[in-house]
Structure formats: structure tokens, C-alpha cells
């Protein structure tokens, strides 16, 4: 059974940092890209960053670009969101979410989700 | 970036009744586009991939159709359980960009 385990949010203060990690299980984690996807308090769904199966490539929404580093230790089965110079409007529900397979990118398998909050 | 919306933004239906929600993209996405059901408090859950691919697992009564910018997921009977808010999202290019949601209430 696949599982997304994400861990890390939490309260920061605007201008803090905060790093999100993403546990995996239940697949070979160095054969899929990995995704962080983000939802606002009652808002919708938000792609913020994507990464392929060895790193080669890495995408980021223009929102967090600059601020946030995406990457991942396929030997721990993990992927990290490093996320700098956070902002109001960061806060939101994080989830870690899995490629279909290497020829589809929707994304079949998703983490419960983490709660980042920036707030004074 | 490609930006997507959808119509309606909010449907209310009864049970039985067959729903359509439909998605548009900016410019032509092909057959990449995706549809997710998400309940409060949980995690999305893709129904409907490449357009038209139903997700193992996912009840026949979902099905999708279109390509290039028009797209449409319909439910051919509402079922109680699918009272929820629905996502289209695209995958042609990044940004991988979502619709803002269809919320389908009771009515």
C-alpha cells in the first residue's frame, strides 16, 4: 500500500523558514516525480513544485519561486519543501502527492497533509 | 501559464440526477488534464486522468471527454457520496495549473 507521510508544519513568523518532508512507502520511491501541492483555508487546490525521479528537473510555481527549494533522497525514500522568506499568504494545507506513473503526471497518491501557518 | 476555470462554480443536485461540470483551458492542453474529488478534511482523489482514463477503483458512474480546451467531467447518477468539491487540473505544461473548484451540494 502506497503511503505519503508529511511532517514539518507548523507557526512561523513572515521571514521565517520551514523545512516540510514527505515520508514514502509502499512503492519505489526512485522510479516516481513527486509533487507538493498546497490548499489555502478554505480556498482551492494550488500546484507549488515538482520534481523528477533523479532531480534532474525541478518546477516551481511562480508564487514560491526564488523562495522555496524543492528536492528529494530517493536512498531515504523522502522529499523535502525548504521554504524561505515565508508570507502570510503561504499559509496553507501542504500535500505531498505522487505521480500516476512515468507517463501520466495526475497524481494518484496523496499524504494526509500539513499545516503550514505564517503568522506574527 | 495556462489558466483553467470551470463552470459551474457551485451545483446542487439531488441523488440520481446526472451532473456535468465543465473545464476550460487557456490554450490547448491535449488529453492532459486530470479530475479530483476532494471532501472537507481530506485529501484529493483523482478520479479521471488523460481526459477520459478512469482511475482503478473509481465508480463507472464518473466519466470524462474532451481535449484541446473544453473538457467535461459528467456523473451519470449523483450518488450520496459525491457530494463534494471537484477539480480539474492540467499537466500539459507546467505550471501544472488546477481549476478553482465545482462545489456539489444537495439540493
Known amino acids: 500500500e502506497v503511503q505519503l507521510v508529511e511532517s514539518g508544519g507548523g507557526l512561523v513568523k513572515p521571514g521565517g523558514s520551514l523545512r516540510l518532508s514527505c515520508a514514502a512507502s509502499g512503492f519505489t520511491f526512485s522510479s516516481y516525480s513527486m509533487n507538493w501541492v498546497r490548499q489555502a483555508p478554505g480556498k482551492g487546490l494550488e500546484w507549488v513544485s515538482s520534481i523528477s525521479s533523479r532531480s534532474s528537473y525541478i518546477f516551481y510555481a511562480d508564487s514560491v519561486k526564488g523562495r522555496f527549494t524543492l528536492s528529494r533522497d530517493n536512498a531515504k525514500n523522502s522529499l523535502y519543501l525548504q521554504m524561505n522568506s515565508l508570507r502570510a499568504e503561504d499559509t496553507a494545507v501542504y500535500y505531498c502527492?505522487?505521480?500516476?506513473?512515468?507517463?501520466?503526471?495526475?497524481?494518484?497518491?496523496w499524504g494526509q497533509g500539513t499545516l503550514v501557518t505564517v503568522s506574527s | 501559464d495556462i489558466q483553467m476555470t470551470q463552470s459551474p462554480s457551485t451545483l446542487s443536485a439531488s441523488v440520481g440526477d446526472r451532473v456535468t461540470i465543465t473545464c476550460r483551458a487557456s490554450q490547448s492542453i491535449s488529453n492532459y488534464l486530470a479530475w479530483y474529488q476532494q471532501k472537507p478534511g481530506e485529501a484529493p482523489k483523482l478520479l479521471i486522468y488523460k481526459a477520459s482514463s478512469l482511475e482503478s477503483g473509481v465508480p463507472s458512474r464518473f466519466s470524462g471527454s474532451g481535449s484541446g480546451t473544453e473538457f467535461t467531467l459528467t456523473i451519470s447518477s449523483l450518488q450520496p457520496d459525491d457530494f463534494a468539491t471537484y477539480y480539474c487540473q492540467q499537466y500539459n505544461s507546467y505550471s501544472f495549473t488546477f481549476g478553482p473548484g465545482t462545489k456539489v451540494d444537495i439540493k
Open positions: 502527492a505522487r505521480d500516476r506513473d512515468y507517463y501520466d503526471s495526475s497524481y494518484n497518491d
